[in-house]
């Protein structure tokens, strides 16, 4: 069982920079692969990015690659997505997932987190 809690959200310019983080409870992290999704109103949730269980590989969706960064500290239990020069577009609630396998469709991911809003002001 992991439970995942994520923070950092908030509201930013347009241009603006946020780091999230997602902390996880239980002595298994390290062996799960991590992702970030977002669901902005009245859309279907979309993968942003996922990092394996080492750290050693990751994946963006093409709207934020070169933008944001996903990184892991299994020392510490925890995810970040480091979100720069945001848009208004990235407005969305945020949410970290824990799988064993990960990828970019949601169903690969067994965890949740209960999410955190961004909202990118123009």
């Known amino acids: 069982q992991v439970q995942l809690v994520e923070s950092g959200g908030g509201l930013v310019q347009a241009g603006g920079s946020l780091r999230l983080s997602c902390a996880a409870s239980?002595?298994?992290?390290?062996?799960?692969?991590m992702g970030w999704f977002r669901q902005a109103p009245g859309k279907e949730r979309e993968f942003v990015a996922a990092?394996?269980?080492?750290?050693?590989?990751?994946y963006y969706a093409d709207s934020v690659k070169g933008r944001f960064t996903i990184s892991r500290d299994n020392a510490k239990n925890t995810v970040y997505l480091q979100m720069n020069s945001l848009k208004p577009e990235d407005t969305a609630v945020y949410y970290c997932?824990?799988?064993?396998?990960?990828?970019?469709?949601?169903?690969?991911?067994?965890?949740w987190g209960q999410g955190t809003q961004v909202t990118v002001s123009s």
């Open positions: 990092i394996s269980w080492s750290g050693g590989s990751t």
């Open positions: 997932a824990a799988g064993q396998d990960g990828g970019t469709d949601y169903y690969e991911y067994d965890y």
């Open positions: 239980g002595r298994t992290f390290s062996s799960y692969a």
